[in-house]
């Protein structure tokens, strides 16, 4: 089977973001305030977005099953303040949950956490054991920049992170090291921020060493890992430099990169550079890319096809769109292993 291990709601309802656009006015006129239960959401209509969109991609691509997150650029946790965030977050998670259980062999939930710039991590949790416990969550995205491209937040190896690292542990779940909007006109969102904070994001990693106080775990990194491939020999260099071992000691065993790559000579580096345990399947699609490539005729975030060109072998192909997926996860291996797959 094909796992893609990437996925957002992006195609949500407009009543969604038109209850966003309300909780931001009320940020600074409590009147227009809403309610939770203001926001109504039918079955149909959460049926209607995604059999028009995700769905019908994963059909025409022969993707099996998605993990699926709130719209990272909606995550927005700059805005307001915890509260804000802890409600914003509780509706998108309960969200991609209810897909989850309309397509219960198609989607699989990964939560939002309640992140606000300055705010201790650990005010997170709550909503982390919720959506593992209740929603059955098989991982998380863990934004490094709440302050949306002012870079205010510590390091991920700071010690503020640790007690979403020990949840983590605990759950036995992996995080997606995803930032959501800039707000810094010096970064565009998706062009810019996403692919710097993902190569920031594994400096950071290189920098230190979280993985001695956490050998188990799991973290991933987005978007084929910014600049990380094209710039291996770069990071060996600098973790030479810093008196790290090879980052094959030293990141490897906790760190993995997703194929959300969106041209065929991206994914054949990826492939190339990095090993084959460390990649995982993803598209993104319906995401920052979404136009058909007039190079080759088909979309830009079509990924499979890049890994099926890229003339890997065949044991490899299948670890990358399945097996390293139920590893890294490993609820959704227990999850996809109930339905007898």
Not at 3 to 16: E, Q, R, S, V
Not at 55 to 74: K, N
Not at 188 to 212: E, S
Not at 248 to 257: A, D, I, R
């Amino acid at each position: 089977m094909i796992i893609d291990c990437h996925g957002h709601y992006t195609t949500a309802p407009p009543a969604l973001a038109a209850w966003r656009d309300r909780q931001i006015a009320g940020l600074t006129d409590p009147t227009r305030a809403p309610a939770r239960a203001d926001l109504r959401i039918s079955d149909d209509e959460l049926r209607e977005t995604i059999e028009a969109n995700q769905l019908r991609l994963m059909d025409e691509r022969g993707i099996d099953l998605t993990v699926f997150s709130p719209r990272a650029s909606f995550m927005a946790h700059h805005v307001g303040d915890f509260r804000t965030s802890a409600e914003w977050a509780a509706i998108c998670n309960e969200l991609c949950h209810r897909v989850s259980r309309l397509y219960p062999e198609r989607f699989v939930p990964a939560a939002m956490l309640p992140q606000s710039p300055g705010v201790d991590p650990a005010t997170c949790l709550p909503e982390l054991v919720r959506c593992v416990e209740e929603y059955g969550a098989v991982a998380l995205n863990l934004n490094p920049d709440p302050s949306g491209g002012h870079w205010t937040a510590p390091p991920l190896t700071d010690r503020s992170w640790y007690p979403v690292y020990e949840k983590m542990v605990e759950y036995d779940i992996p995080a997606m090291i995803h930032v959501s909007t800039s707000v810094n006109p010096a970064f565009h969102t998706t062009g810019a921020h996403y692919l710097n904070a993902d190569t920031t994001a594994f400096m950071q990693l290189v920098q230190g060493d979280l993985f001695a106080d956490f050998p188990d775990l799991r973290l991933v990194i987005p978007h084929g890992g910014g600049a990380v491939p094209y710039h291996w020999g770069r990071f060996r260099g600098l973790a030479m430099a810093l008196g790290k071992p090879p980052l094959e000691e030293h990141v490897l065993g906790n760190v993995f990169f997703d194929t959300c790559v969106y041209h065929q000579p991206g994914a054949d580096l990826l492939f190339d550079v990095v090993p084959t345990r460390n990649i995982l399947f993803a598209s993104e699609m319906i995401g920052a890319v979404r136009d058909v490539d007039p190079c080759s005729g088909h979309h830009f975030d079509d990924t499979r096809r890049y890994a099926e060109a890229a003339a890997l072998p065949a044991a490899d192909l299948a670890a990358i769109q399945e097996h390293n997926a139920r590893a890294v996860y490993p609820r959704l291996d227990a999850l996809l292993r109930r339905q007898g797959r």
